[in-house]
């Protein structure tokens, strides 16, 4: 076989518990994230995402203490994002046993700081968000703050931008899909994926498991991340795994 | 039984010891000290981010590169590799220019050829171990589903160091092993089941 598309969830965390935003406002409270990702270990995910979406708000230390806690417990790949602007942030997330960190509204007002990240811990470590809503025909913009704010900036060049300053893949989200549970933004994803060289991971809107499957074979995606779908019990990893694989996908059995 | 995991400012060493340490091992001795290296019974070198950069580091520890080969290839440690811990034990490597390796098993490490298009590099997630019909690891590597992530790939000049492939727009090497030296391309600290008990196998593993 060959590299095995991967099945990453996310959990959205705020002020040290797990939460998931409906377009990021109205927030539930789904538990302690170093217990779900334990569960998410042993349930075989492919990698696992933290969001901290408190972090403009709020203290750091918080967030590198979960990180530390669920590194010692947990032996699959994991990615933290949210409030990440220097590579002293990066350098101290990947201290805590981070494996990478994503990149978020920093890449969008200082690109470099990707080029920074990837220069001293390598290009392995680095996800460049690609937040971005759909504008017209074919044409999607970069918001920021959790999709409230536009800035004019193209999307697609955007994500080449990113991936040209060394990022080592890219976690595209349609902010018009995030918490809509109604399927990626297809069109935008495989725009990326079919421009970049690195591996794209489509994120936003998953409500379904042909969702996921969709993102791969019809966004080219190379990961497909959600969120609600795997934290509220609708659909487990394992089911993630298999329907990709009866969609003819290379998945983990 | 001291395992000595040598610290040369390459990352990851937090995943690696806490891996080791649920594989079972008791000694883990996080360490940039050539000393510690001597002493210890078994030895693992990590490592992320450019080989350039990871040379550098190794060799910037005064007495490491010695004391490396002197407990490995004289007094017959165990050594694993792990990423570019393994890469490193190549004769060069070929990423930012060509930087010297530990020259332990004879090869270059050079940029993963993107024979197609949908190849996509870094080579991310995770991928087939699938071992030979030689087993140069001696029993140390099994084959599964282990998560690699690299954009360089170890080409032993010699086909019988090589312990597993993986694919990825064609084979690639996920092993190799030679003596009681072995180096892993893939990491087995973030493979969970599978990896846990690649470690686990390291620490009784009499090459």
Redesign the interface.
């Known amino acids: 076989m060959t590299v095995r598309v991967r099945v990453i969830p996310c959990l959205d965390v705020a002020d040290g518990r797990v939460v998931k935003g409906v377009n990021f406002v109205d927030l539930k409270d789904a538990g302690d994230p170093v217990e779900q990702a334990r569960a998410y270990d042993a349930a075989g995910a492919d990698e696992l995402c933290f969001l901290d979406i408190s972090a403009s708000h709020e203290g750091r230390g918080t967030l590198l203490d979960i990180v530390q806690r669920t590194a010692e417990v947990c032996f699959m790949p994991l990615t933290v994002g949210g409030g990440v602007r220097t590579a002293e942030d990066a350098r101290a997330l990947l201290l805590a046993g981070a494996d990478k960190v994503a990149v978020n509204s920093a890449a969008v007002s200082r690109p470099e700081v990707v080029a920074d990240i990837a220069h001293k811990f390598g290009s392995q470590c680095i996800v460049a968000s690609v937040d971005a809503r759909k504008v017209g025909e074919g044409r999607w913009e970069i918001f920021t703050h959790g999709g409230r704010r536009p800035t004019g900036i193209d999307a697609l060049e955007h994500a080449l931008k990113l991936a040209d300053l060394g990022a080592g893949e890219l976690l595209v989200t349609s902010m018009d899909g995030d918490g809509t549970q109604s399927g990626y933004d297809l069109e935008l994803t495989r725009a990326i994926a079919d421009s970049v060289s690195v591996p794209v991971i489509a994120s936003g809107g998953v409500g379904t498991l042909d969702h996921l499957v969709q993102g791969v074979t019809r966004g080219h995606a190379s990961a497909v991340l959600a969120a609600s779908i795997f934290h509220f019990g609708k659909h487990s990893i394992a089911e993630a795994h298999a329907a990709l694989r009866s969609a003819g996908l290379p998945a983990r059995a | 039984m001291t395992l000595a995991l040598i610290d040369y400012g390459a ?2 060493l ?2 690696v010891a ?2 080791l340490r ?1 594989a079972g091992a008791e000694d883990v001795k996080t360490t940039a000290d050539p000393a510690v290296v001597r002493a210890a019974d078994r030895i693992v070198l990590p490592g ?3 080989f350039k ?1 990871c040379a550098k580091g190794l060799w910037a520890i005064p007495g490491m590169v010695e004391a490396m080969n002197e407990r490995v290839h004289v007094g017959g440690a165990p050594f694993l590799g792990i990423c570019v811990g393994m890469q490193l034990l190549a004769t060069r490597g070929l990423e930012h220019g060509s930087t010297k390796g530990l020259g332990w098993i004879a090869g270059e490490v050079r940029l993963i050829e ?1 024979t197609d ?2 190849i ?9 171990v699938s071992l030979g019909r030689k087993d140069p690891a001696h029993g140390l590597v099994e084959a599964g ?1 282990a ?5 360089y790939h170890f080409v032993p000049d010699e086909g019988q160091d090589v312990a597993a492939m993986t ?3 064609g084979g690639l090497v996920a092993a190799v092993a030679r003596d009681n030296v072995v180096g892993v391309q893939f ?1 087995p ?4 089941a599978f ?2 008990a690649l470690l686990s196998r390291f620490l009784d593993w009499k090459p």
């Not at chain 2, 996509?120 to 087939?128: F, Q, R, S, T």
């Not at chain 2, 600290?189 to 969970?192: A, D, L, R, T, V």
């Open positions: 990352g990851n937090h995943s806490n891996a649920a992320v981010g450019s950069a993107r298009p949908a996509k590099i870094p080579h991310m997630g995770w991928n087939d589903e998560y690699f992530l690299h954009s694919d990825h727009g990491h600290e973030k493979s969970q990896g846990l």
